[in-house]
């Protein structure tokens, strides 16, 4: 029996994006940008009209990339690296990112891809985000961040994608949109692509978008990669409980000052769905709660093939396979 591979990637945000926005801010007075995040906070996810986004300016957007964009661009990246791992033998050619804004998932896809031989097109209403977003990507060093294609576009009912794309993202997103938007955005990504991964808050709202689009993406022929172990109906009771999972993102100094805390780092917890047209190979199980280590066993929590969740107990007298599940991360394949 093998051992499980990590969906986790332990480096940190790109030492080129975190330089990025580090720039963003000079001539920014720290208080300034901290209120503006803390604004921006207040009103962002979930309540914003498609006509009409919250970031308006040059230093709003500033402000809220450099306090979210290294954040959406960890959890992008996990799932984009779980989903990896079950194709590894593909890559995107064509990358088409929905409401990308500053270039998160971009930045995700040239890390999780960084042969660097897909072209991406990154759409967004805000003007503001995308010029930023050109800005970060120059910066970058890397030659498929530097070709990406910024285009302001309506994010909702209408949208039309080029067909045969190979991959479609959308992080943080869906919240953004009313439903009609929301059933819309996910079909015409499912028509177009022969992938596509969508990443949302974890929290059980967030979990219920996923989950609504993941039927969406089923019924429009995609077949589900990650998390989840298959394509029939989750196993979980909606409303009695949500799956996510978390990836550890730095804190910059934005963070611990609208935040506060000790720790230089926090968890980003998010629900994701990465599903594809083409044949992948399925995980036999995977882990969807922080695993519990007691003294000579590790209690894990599955969601299995078989479309069940179970609980099982790995002790020391299973040998390799304990000293893996010492190891083994929320998130991560079980076999």
């Known amino acids: ?174 919240g953004e949109l009313t439903e009609a938007d929301r059933g819309a955005v996910v079909d015409a990504a499912a028509r177009a692509a022969r992938a596509v991964v969508l990443v949302e808050p974890g929290t059980p709202d967030g979990y219920a978008r996923v989950m609504a689009a993941r039927d969406r993406l089923i019924e429009g022929g995609l077949r589900v990669v990650a998390p989840c172990p298959h394509s029939a109906a989750c196993p979980i009771v909606r409303g009695t409980d949500w799956c996510h999972v978390a990836a550890r993102v730095g804190r910059s100094s934005l963070h611990r000052q609208v935040k506060g805390g000790a720790l230089p780092y926090e968890d980003e917890k998010f629900s994701y769905v990465a599903a594809a047209r083409f044949p992948a190979a399925a995980a036999e199980a995977r882990v969807v709660r922080r695993p519990r280590l007691r003294k000579g066993q590790v209690l894990l929590d599955l969601c299995d093939v078989n479309e069940s969740l179970h609980r099982t107990t790995v002790t020391k007298r299973h040998g390799d396979l304990y000293r893996a599940a010492r190891n083994v991360q929320w998130g991560d394949t079980w076999p």
């Open 1 to 174: 029996m093998h051992a499980p591979e990590s969906t986790r990637d332990d480096a940190a945000v790109p030492d080129a994006l975190r330089a990025a926005l580090a720039r963003l801010l000079d001539g920014l007075p720290p208080r300034q940008a901290a209120q503006a995040v803390e604004r921006l906070i207040a009103n962002y996810r979930g309540r914003t009209p498609t006509d009409a986004p919250v970031l308006r300016d040059r230093s709003d957007v500033a402000a809220y990339a450099a306090y979210r964009m290294p954040a959406t661009f960890e959890a992008v990246r996990s799932a984009l690296t779980a989903f990896r791992r079950q194709v590894p033998d593909w890559s995107p050619v064509s990358h088409v990112d929905l409401g990308g804004g500053t270039g998160a998932g971009a930045w995700a896809v040239a890390a999780t891809w960084p042969e660097g031989k897909h072209r991406t097109t990154v759409l967004d209403w805000a003007e503001p985000a995308l010029a930023i977003g050109r800005e970060l990507a120059a910066d970058s060093g890397h030659a498929a961040l530097r070709g990406v294609a910024w285009h302001r576009r309506t994010i909702g009912t209408g949208l039309v994608l080029p067909e045969e794309t190979d991959l479609v993202t959308a992080s943080y997103v869906l």
